[in-house]
């Protein structure tokens, strides 16, 4: 008689429990996409150390995920120098960023081209700044109380994180001659309405309003994972002279004679 847990005989010694391969197989590559989203552009070599793999370990679970199409490589130029050949990155790729969570916002697209239809652009633009108004609303405590430029944008990378935009913050200009070069990069990895603001801009023009009014200062959107680029990246002016305001400056949207009250 054969015990339906070992498969082996019974009364003999219990069989060694064999892991289940693919399942770990899974969550290793899970992990390791996560941390492309999280830190990408990425190396091999940093993910390595990161999750604290051996590097034939990432390199078999980049292939597997650049064969599902999940991660994609982009050449990176030496950052300091510019100079030499450019190094392998790697970032999500669109199918990616779809897998992370924004499959429902077919629905949402269609609905909103049915409203641009049915009321126009204004009306569109009316509802992204209502909801870029409630993000505001919630992050402005946040925000209380911090007067330094550089900790304003730590507060706002932290909470977009904890909305799942998986942001960071990076110092540049930091070895510049002249402090008034001297800037803060916010990075978002991730961008739960990234299909959205594809088909509709004025999302991406919403929140770089948003966090303009948050941070006290003008800040410029470099790039943005809508239009293309593996991350969405704010400037945000940190040198001398760069004092925030602590007085809210609001965007008035402007109202079409359709949307004023009756």
């Not at 944008?153 to 008034?180: I, N, Q």
């Not at 800037?183 to 978002?188: D, E, G, I, Y």
């Not at 603001?197 to 809508?226: K, N």
Request: glycine share 8%.
């Amino acid at each position: 008689m054969y015990s339906s847990k070992t498969d082996v005989p019974a009364g003999d010694a219990p069989a060694r429990i064999v892991p289940a391969t693919g399942e770990a197989e899974e969550r290793t590559r899970d992990r390791v996409l996560y941390s492309v989203l999280e830190d990408g552009p990425v190396s091999a070599a940093e993910l390595g150390e990161r999750l604290g793999f051996t590097p034939a370990a990432v390199r078999r679970h980049l292939d597997a995920l650049s064969k599902q199409g999940l991660v994609e490589v982009k050449l990176v130029a030496n950052q300091r120098t510019g100079a030499g050949r450019p190094s392998r990155r790697y970032v999500l790729s669109h199918r990616g960023q779809t897998k992370m969570g924004n499959d429902y916002l077919d629905i949402a697209t269609e609905a909103l081209t049915e409203l641009g239809r049915a009321a126009g652009p204004d009306a569109v633009k009316a509802f992204a700044a209502r909801r870029f108004g409630e993000m505001e609303r919630r992050y402005r405590p946040v925000m209380a109380g911090i007067d330094g430029l550089e900790e304003r944008a730590e507060a706002l990378s932290e909470a977009l994180s904890a909305d799942g935009f998986v942001a960071s913050t990076r110092k540049v200009g930091a070895d510049s001659p002249t402090a008034t070069m001297l800037s803060v990069q916010l990075c978002q990895g991730h961008c739960p309405i990234q299909e959205l603001a594809r088909e509709f801009p004025v999302f991406c023009e919403m929140e770089t309003q948003t966090f303009s009014r948050l941070l006290g200062v003008d800040v410029r959107r470099l790039s943005t994972l809508a239009s293309g680029g593996h991350v969405c990246t704010t400037h945000i002016p940190v040198g001398r002279n760069q004092t925030p305001q602590r007085a809210e400056k609001r965007t008035r949207i402007k109202i079409t004679k359709q949307e004023r009250p009756r």
